[in-house]
């Protein structure tokens, strides 16, 4: 199409308050557009994009056994109650009353939906295992969209549900699920995407897989071990410790600490390596008020999610006042009153720590837990950190590093299943609930991070499999009848060869076209220019301008397709 | 793919409440199902045919220069009390608050949106003419969903805008949008669909047409004229009648008409035509409760589209009691006290009628309404009726008959880009604003609509370009070894040839197997049997019988693809 056609602006300016480079190439590209908080409308550029990667994701879903369906967006109340999580979920999912005041929510996720749509068609063995999935609007209301496409409140998603009779089909088939997600992300050009466990298994378990983008502006943390190569979400990995018992006994002291509250500072006054102090991070539970006290070494944080896995019920970091009973900054094991002590496995096996006596300005050094407080049960909350040991290989090799969760795959059980009965006869006549995988991937958060993942200072460099458009044809001097006619003939011809081109012959400076091109990020521009035309030549380079050729009007086309050939080949490692 | 495979159920029962073939053969065929009143989810039989469907829809607005875009499913309120519409449209659109107290809506239509995303592209005249559209998620809160995707709450539509600085060119690009849209409904098989004028037009004029594909089963009533072509909504269609005065000056007279309240009671105890009668037909305004009574010829009914037009403001059908102060069942033009009186046209010129007293138990007859009442005005608000006289070559050859509307298009004028603030600079320097059009096809009602135009009692019968699959093949006996490998190889040539396939092996008899694939209604049906297999050739079959073909089966794969070519032709005129 003719460039001068495109519906939408490009501009210069970087908009307001954009930290993600991709978010303000999308905003500065013409590419989205704010409608409300989390929630942006599509220009053509990135319509033509997401389209691409849906029939990627359609084709990979397909390949293994999937059939595409379709739920709705708005759903009865009724639906989610089965399941319990019409009252479980929060303010995220949206809720509202229809005309005949029956209550609704805009769907966030299709369990319910899926399962809805095949109790009664699954009710044999025989028929298992199938796939089912949707590519789809979906609304969560967010309390923080953020970075345009990455955090949306609504935005597209391919959901996939299956169901099977055994957990080795179920873990077969998972394999083949994340296999095919490796594939949909090394062929929309970001196949440094990793599979991560994720929260709701271990490192190197099994039960839930992030797939991780590595991006400086990623929300979640990952830990990956640089021996074995495993890798967890660090809201999940195992934080292990070596830690070496003192053959001094020492006895526990009480010391004078005035004003000294934090680790650091009792630690720099006592001397002490922070790795002998037991620090004490406290909390509140949501409901009761009362206070959680974690005991965890000074060098190492809590890690919230392990936290509430652990516990079960909400807490919130603790307020401390006077009534409280507890000495804020003083917290410690021996002699503690008024809150419930939970103890990092940092701590198993050290003695000779320093820690709070419970009274304001004191601390207790040599201290021995099991000595003076008795036995207590550890557990894992602390954050993995660099440098720390894999838990798979031992090594002390764990590095950390940022990413963007771009797909997830989940065994979610029977806990759909067995909550909305469905269940079929096994071969032996028995009903039983089938097991139950889902996988999703958000198609604009996806766009969004191929952008995040590959561009300079300019603008994208689309891969070829998702770019708006394959070749960018710039007519330089649109007003220099030879050069106008050459570079019409091009588009002619690059129209007739089945490629994608957009034609830029408007009467803009050689800048202003350029950096549009930039902005568009096709893979491949093609510049018709007087010098150019001269020797019956058009200039052919690479977005990343690494190829540059030059090549006649018959046989551009032909370079094109070659050229797009080796490009994707090496973007997309497939 | 395998047909035991196929996620969703078949049934030989016609289900409950299911008046409408399609949404009967629908549900039966596994294609969709119920999650709430209005909403359904789609199995995968359907999701390939509205996959297709959708695929043609976007090829012929491509084709007219449309840009798919994306607009939000969620709106923010703010957006819609721009144009007026957040207070003027009435429950059928689905208002709701988020987590903050934001309030939203569900988008029905998208105009608003529309003029938000190009607001800015187009403040210069050289933008123009340009043209968006996209195919998304729409939520409608009817108050009366009915026969299934036929008018469904939550539904799929392909929706367009486009943008124009002239009339001339506004009526130039509907009248291409028009073509585009004769295209879409011939490729999906269903060429007998006619753009018809509708309600905000009047015969023959043109700011706004239906198409309507001829059904039993519509909702619609359109006036068609046997002689010249012209088509028009009932809604919209002007009623012309013609009128003769008797030439004998009859007095008004008094006549007592004890118990007698209809047309037909009165004219039948006068021994009059009902010609010769003027009907009065109550209303009530909805604010005021104030009486409107409308003068019609006996014979002919109230329009009620065209008396809303006329007054702008809601009535209902009036309850009259004793202290209203008009004589229900005898109320008449003279003397008439209490209420607004209207007058069809179809009273003008016309004079010794019988017409109720504003008595109970008494008619006059003899009325002239010049004489006895005055001079009154006329208007057109009279259903057109079967036989009628067309409004466009005045002959008597009106044919009413019942369509289902499968899109609309209409010219909005400056409405949106005013009431939003939406201009551009002209040639002159003059700030204006553009005119504006928009274009609807809804996707589901188009599948149903093709199979209601397109089925026979054992299923729908779909045309080749919008088929789940082309061809259905049919195992008969696979526990016969060889005439299970004859076919597993024609499923194998098949899928090798590129022909979309479903593959039924299962061991049932033929009866189950045959009435499944005819609820598939694919268009051809290839049959391997043992008696088939005992000369080397399968049977070839189109789902309407009309073809039946054997060949060998390596030429089984290119008959296919000639059969389909041919019937292709044939289903869509194309």
Chains 1, 2 share one sequence.
């Not at 942006?40 to 990135?46: D, F, N, P, T």
């Not at 296999?179 to 440094?192: K, L, N, S, T």
């Not at 897989?209 to 830990?223: K, N, R, W």
Request: negative net charge; contains cysteine.
């Amino acid at each position: 199409m003719k460039f001068e056609r495109l519906v939408g602006e490009r501009f210069k300016e970087k908009p307001a308050g954009s930290a993600i480079d991709s978010f303000a190439l999308m905003t500065r590209g013409g590419y989205i557009k704010y409608v409300a908080s989390g929630i942006y409308s599509s220009y053509a550029v990135l319509r033509r994009i997401t389209r691409k990667i849906e029939q990627i994701i359609r084709e990979e879903m397909d390949a293994i056994d999937g059939q595409e369906v379709l739920f709705p967006v708005a759903m009865p109340a009724s639906l989610w109650r089965e399941s319990g999580r019409y009252e479980a979920v929060g303010r995220e999912l949206m809720r509202f009353n229809d005309r005949n005041d029956n209550p609704m929510l805009l769907g966030m996720t299709h369990e319910e939906a899926a399962v809805h749509l095949v109790r009664e068609y699954g009710r044999s063995y025989v028929k298992y295992p199938f796939m089912i999935y949707q590519i789809q609007t979906k609304f969560r209301d967010e309390p923080r969209p953020r970075g345009g496409l990455i955090r949306a409140r609504e935005f597209t998603m391919k959901d996939a549900y299956s169901f099977h009779t055994s957990q080795e089909d179920m873990d077969s088939y998972f394999i083949r699920c994340r296999d095919a997600y490796e594939r949909i992300f090394a062929r929309v050009g970001i196949p440094q995407v990793a599979a991560v466990a994720s929260d709701s298994g271990m490192m190197g378990g099994g039960v839930s897989y992030e797939f991780m983008l590595p991006a400086s502006v990623g929300e979640d943390l990952i830990a990956a071990c640089g021996n074995c190569g495993c890798r967890a979400n660090v809201e999940a990995a195992a934080c292990i410790v070596k830690n070496e018992r003192s053959f001094v006994e020492k006895p526990l002291t009480k010391v004078s600490t005035p004003g000294m509250k934090t680790i650091a500072d009792v630690c720099g006054y006592l001397n002490l390596p922070v790795e002998r102090s037991c620090k004490a991070v406290a909390y509140q539970n949501n409901m009761t008020d009362e206070y959680v006290v974690v005991f965890i070494r000074g060098d190492l944080d809590v890690n919230d999610t392990k936290l509430a896995n652990l516990i079960q019920e909400d807490l919130r970091p603790a307020v401390i006042d006077e009534a409280g009973g507890i000495a804020a900054g003083f917290i410690g094991p021996y002699n503690l009153r008024g809150a419930t002590a939970l103890y990092d496995r940092s701590l198993a096996g050290i003695n000779d720590l320093c820690c709070g006596a419970n009274e304001t300005d004191y601390h207790y050094t040599g201290l021995d837990i099991e000595r003076d407080v008795g036995q207590v049960a550890y557990h894992d909350l602390a954050k993995a950190v660099e440098g720390g040991i894999c838990p798979e290989c031992g090594e002390p090799a764990l590095t950390i590093w940022r990413g963007v969760e771009v797909g997830h795959i989940f065994q979610l059980g029977t806990k759909y299943t067995e909550s909305m009965h469905m269940d079929y006869m096994d071969e032996n006549g028995r009903l039983r609930h089938p097991l139950m995988g889902c996988y999703g991937i958000g198609v604009g958060r996806l766009a969004a991070s191929v952008c995040e993942a590959r561009h300079d200072a300019y603008g994208p460099i689309w891969p070829v499999s998702i770019a708006p458009w394959q070749a960018h044809l710039c007519c330089v001097r649109a007003d220099d009848g030879s050069v106008k006619a050459f570079a019409d003939d091009l588009y002619a011809r690059f129209e007739s060869a089945g490629i994608e081109v957009i034609y830029d012959d408007r009467l803009v400076s050689v800048g202003v076209m350029f950096s549009d091109a930039d902005l568009i990020g096709a893979p491949l521009r093609v510049i018709a220019s007087p010098r150019n035309v001269k020797d019956g030549r058009c200039e052919i380079l690479s977005r990343d301008k690494a190829v540059s050729v030059r090549a006649a009007a018959d046989e551009a086309a032909d370079t094109i397709k070659r050229l797009l050939r080796e490009l994707s080949a090496r973007q997309t490692g497939v």
